[in-house]
């Protein structure tokens, strides 16, 4: 009888590991941390490193084309809601050309800064 209630533990032990939605996994937010007001900093024909002091430097650098960075940000505190933001920042003649993304252009984007 006593070997009957072990076998019996042991699978409720097995089941229950088995359930990973019961284990808690610690939100890890990933990549570069953009809010709108950041984006509101950017101006056309700022310089690489303007930006990259504004926001920082880019989690990925197209390998082709070496005037688009991509910003983008994912944080998944639980299965259901996951944020994910991203921006692509695109140079012309190592210039603040464009940005498009998730976010809004800025509505003084296209005035330039005084150099």
């Given amino acids: ?3 009957l209630k072990n076998i019996c533990l042991c699978g409720v032990l097995l089941l229950s590991a ?3 939605s019961w284990l808690y996994k610690m939100p890890i937010p990933q990549g570069n941390f953009l809010e709108q007001k950041d984006i509101d900093k ?14 920082g ?3 990925a650098k197209d390998a082709f084309n070496p005037n688009k ?3 983008i940000y ?3 505190p639980g299965r259901s809601s ?3 933001k991203s921006i692509e920042v695109v140079f ?8 498009a993304g998730d976010f809004e252009q800025p509505k003084d984007f296209n005035i330039p800064l005084e150099q």
């Fill in 1 to 3: 009888m006593q070997w």
């Fill in 18 to 20: 088995g359930c990973s």
């Fill in 42 to 55: 950017l101006r056309v024909e700022m310089t690489r490193e303007q930006v990259i002091f504004v926001l």
């Fill in 57 to 59: 430097q880019p989690i």
């Fill in 69 to 71: 960075w991509q910003y």
């Fill in 74 to 76: 994912l944080y998944n």
């Fill in 82 to 84: 996951e944020q994910r």
């Fill in 92 to 99: 012309k003649d190592d210039k603040l050309a464009s940005i």
